[in-house]
């Protein structure tokens, strides 16, 4: 069975580089953009399994991009789960609300991490 594939949209190399480390090491194949001009790029050509969006990127925030993702077509049923250090009242709500089918905070627990995608990715509607 081919590895599943997903694509991280982070601007921060560090967060970028511990997400993929932490994905290869689940055997998951990794598409990385770091911002939303290149996440646009990517998915002309890959479609993923699962998108990662970091909430506050320059130019183009990930509530912007995951609403835009998801009236795609053939982009609505990929789970977009939101990875953000926005851990305030109301965030996970308005990640929610801006398409994001789940939210991990930041700092990511890595004992965790590849349990939860594999939750996301499990749970596609």
Do not use: W
């Not at 069975?1 to 190399?13: G, P, Q, R, T």
């Not at 194949?29 to 002309?44: Q, R, S, T």
């Not at 506050?56 to 991009?65: A, E, H, I, R, S």
């Not at 905070?105 to 509607?125: A, M």
């Amino acid at each position: 069975m081919a590895a599943k594939s997903i694509l991280n949209v982070e601007d921060n190399f560090e967060n970028r580089l511990l997400i993929k480390r932490l994905l290869q090491s689940g055997g998951f194949d990794v598409l990385e953009a770091d911002d939303a001009e290149k996440a646009m790029e990517i998915i002309k050509y890959h479609t993923p399994d699962l998108i990662l969006m970091d909430i506050n990127m320059p130019d183009v925030d990930g509530y912007t991009l995951t609403n835009h993702l998801k009236s795609l077509p053939g982009f609505s049923k990929i789970p977009i789960v939101a990875i953000t250090a926005n851990v305030m009242k109301g965030d996970r709500e308005k990640t929610i609300q801006a398409g994001c089918d789940g939210y991990i905070e930041k700092p990511i627990d890595v004992d965790s991490f590849l349990d939860t995608i594999d939750h996301f990715l499990s749970n596609q509607k």
